[in-house]
Nanobody
Framework: DVQLVESGGDSVQAGGSLRLSCAAS????????MGWFRQISGKEREGLAT?????ITAYADSVKGRFTISKDNTKVTLDLDKLRPEDSGMYYC????????????????WGQGTQVTVS
């Protein structure tokens, strides 16, 4: 089975930076379209950034210019910069979209999440 494992979540101060990583085990989903999502308790999962097999990216307006998604053969990375308290939440990596997408239903495989807290 394919598994996505996120890492890098932490507690940081506003204005700080973090790097989140998503490693895929099993079938190599890193070659597929991937995305990062954020979920706050009681709210729907929000698409933040996505990257397809050609390296084409798309971002939510709320993170454009502050977050950067990238990938290599082993992992997908989300660099978070100029963090704000409203960026706090559980961050999920996902795979399986056929084109850059920011909607959860476009993805078929999900990681367990990594917590980011900005104060």
């Amino acid at each position: 089975d394919v598994q996505l494992v996120e890492s890098g979540g932490d507690s940081v101060q506003a204005g700080g930076s973090l790097r989140l990583s998503c490693a895929a085990s099993g079938r190599n989903y890193v070659k597929w379209c991937m995305g990062w999502f954020r979920q706050i308790s009681g709210k729907e999962r929000e698409g933040l950034a996505t990257i397809d097999s050609r390296g084409i990216t798309a971002y939510a307006d709320s993170v454009k210019g502050r977050f950067t998604i990238s990938k290599d053969n082993t992992k997908v990375t989300l660099d978070l910069d100029k963090l704000r308290p409203e960026d706090s939440g559980m961050y999920y990596c996902a795979a399986g979209c056929w084109a850059p997408a920011l909607t959860p239903r476009a993805f078929t495989v999900w990681g367990q999440g990594t917590q980011v807290t900005v104060s």
